[in-house]
């Protein structure tokens, strides 16, 4: 490849890395994400309380595929998705469709304590309540 | 001779390779199942249906978890079909999981499927929120994909066979002092753009490379070859 070609490859590799750098770092974040998609119902400082027409499976499902979560629990009444600064519970309707909470993580974990303590958390004094889930056979191959 | 043949008898059973005293179920531990069922029992108390789950485990390997195991709105060992209370029917989730030796060239296996008296609730609709019994044999995310699935199906009868939805309310007591999140959970743009923020580097990196080199003053034609 001739010296002109290389520095027009290098300079097109390095506009588009940092094209690309800028573009994932400045994406936004799955709070941002939330408050353009879902219809605010009710607001108390940086929590939301949003509706969604979906139920509470796809939803979640949609939330997840937009924002890969660090963990997800599925309980009976809601499925609560955790991200770096927030919490994300998803719960049923009685009239269709789902509400979306959203809060920080402090305040979310202190709402949702009686469903993620164990799982993401623990219950003070120390010990982890509820079920940790974990364990298995250590024998898989 | 009588007594012969019987101390022959305990020594050859003394002999024989020592099986496991109990099998433990090597998915849930006894507080995953008494947490389990408590959280089922409230949502038979909504809908009227029992939900458990029913799981068989060959261990072909050290026999150590070989074994049925069961939890259901009725209590620990109890399958939701022997559950009391369910005037609407029963939901169970039934998995088999088969640890093969490690001397054999098989593989682990697992599968599940659902009996259910709720119509319209599939096993597909349990794995439409991204769980399959491949899970089971994930040694750190066993306890969570059953945990998961079976949790689910209270909601999931409500969403595919109307019944009334369990609903989590939020607490509104202050949880105990001392309670707190653990674990960081991450960075969410790296965890969501991990692979297309390294390619992107490494576009700059290559770039930045190809820019040396192609900065760099060519080789002088050396004179005498020419000649």
């Excluded at chain 1, 353009?36 to 139920?55: H, I, N, W």
């Excluded at chain 1, 120390?126 to 056979?137: A, C, I, K």
């Excluded at chain 2, 998915?27 to 458990?52: H, I, K, N, R």
């Excluded at chain 2, 900065?215 to 005498?224: A, N, V």
């Amino acid at each position: 490849m001739s010296g002109r070609g290389l520095k027009l490859l290098a300079l097109v590799l390095v506009v588009a890395g940092i094209a690309g750098i800028v573009a994932l770092t400045t994406r936004g974040s799955v709070r941002s994400h939330l408050l353009r998609t879902y219809e605010v119902v009710e607001r108390d400082g940086d929590s939301y309380v949003l509706r969604s027409p979906d139920t509470v499976t796809r939803t979640a499902a949609d939330i997840a595929d937009a924002w890969k979560p660090a963990e997800r629990l599925v309980d009976p009444g809601g499925t609560f998705l955790r991200y770096s600064d927030d919490i994300v519970a998803v719960t049923p309707r009685a009239a269709g469709g789902s509400t979306v909470h959203l809060d920080d993580e402090d305040r979310g974990y202190d709402r949702w304590f009686p469903y993620v303590v164990g799982f993401w958390g623990v219950g003070g004094g120390g010990g982890p309540v509820g079920g940790t889930r974990g364990g298995g056979p250590g024998a898989g191959k | 001779m009588v007594l012969a043949v019987g101390v022959v008898a305990a020594v050859l059973a003394l002999l024989q390779p020592a099986g496991p005293a109990w099998a433990a179920n090597p998915v849930l531990d006894p507080e995953d199942d008494a947490d389990l069922v408590a959280t089922l029992a409230e949502a038979t108390q909504v809908q009227g249906v029992c939900y458990g789950y029913l799981l068989t485990v060959d261990d072909g390997d050290t026999g150590e978890w070989g074994g049925t195991y069961a939890a259901s709105s009725g209590g620990e060992g109890v399958r939701a079909p022997d559950a009391d209370g369910c005037p609407q029917g029963t939901v169970e989730l039934v998995a088999q999981v088969t640890y093969t030796s490690e001397l054999s060239d098989a593989e682990d296996s697992a599968s599940w499927g659902l009996v259910s008296d709720v119509p319209g609730l599939t096993i597909a609709d349990v794995e439409a929120a991204d769980v399959s019994a491949d899970g089971l044999l994930d040694d750190d995310g066993s306890a969570a994909t059953l945990l998961d699935a079976v949790q689910s199906l209270p909601r999931l009868a409500a969403e595919e066979a109307g019944l009334e939805p369990v609903v989590a309310e939020p607490s509104t007591d202050a949880p105990p002092e001392g309670a707190r999140a653990t674990d960081s959970p991450g960075n969410d743009r790296l965890r969501e753009n991990l692979v297309l923020l390294g390619l992107s580097v490494a576009a700059v990196l290559s770039g930045l490379v190809a820019l040396v080199a192609s900065s760099r003053p060519s080789r002088p034609t050396d004179p005498w070859r020419s000649r």
